[in-house]
């Protein structure tokens, strides 16, 4: 399995970025997408998820109303659209399969990316 994150970088509070996990490997058809996100010294944080298969996004409450997780299924392709980012939104950001999905936990994570580096200025 194979997940390539990409898109972050620097950019000012208030500013957006579109991360992207492209997926290989496996038939993903049954699993759920993730994003996670660390900030040095912390477990890696829940952010979002979403089906391949399609049904409702979960969203962390810190990024509700800002962050949209989206599915582009022929490219086997995740994005997370990142809006209005503040300063602690800076952290590597992880895309992760999981079977379950939900506000889930590093535990329940099957695959996980490599990370890519959101910096939020203020």
């Known amino acids: 399995v194979q997940l390539q994150a990409s898109g972050g970088g620097l950019v000012q509070a208030g500013d957006s970025l579109r991360l992207s996990c492209a997926a290989s490997?496996?038939?993903?058809?049954?699993?759920?997408m993730n994003w996670f996100r660390q900030v040095p010294g912390k477990e890696r944080e829940f952010v979002a998820d979403i089906r391949w298969s399609g049904g409702s996004a979960y969203y962390a409450d810190s990024v509700k109303g800002r962050f949209t997780i989206s599915r582009d299924n022929a490219k086997n392709t995740v994005y997370l659209q990142m809006n209005n980012l503040k300063p602690e939104d800076t952290a590597v950001y992880y895309c992760?399969?999981?079977?379950?999905?939900?506000?889930?936990?590093?535990?329940?994570?099957?695959?996980w990316g490599q990370g890519t580096l959101v910096t939020v200025s203020s």
């Open positions: 992760a399969v999981s079977r379950r999905i939900g506000i889930l936990r590093e535990r329940d994570v099957e695959y």
């Open positions: 490997g496996r038939d993903f058809s049954t699993a759920a």
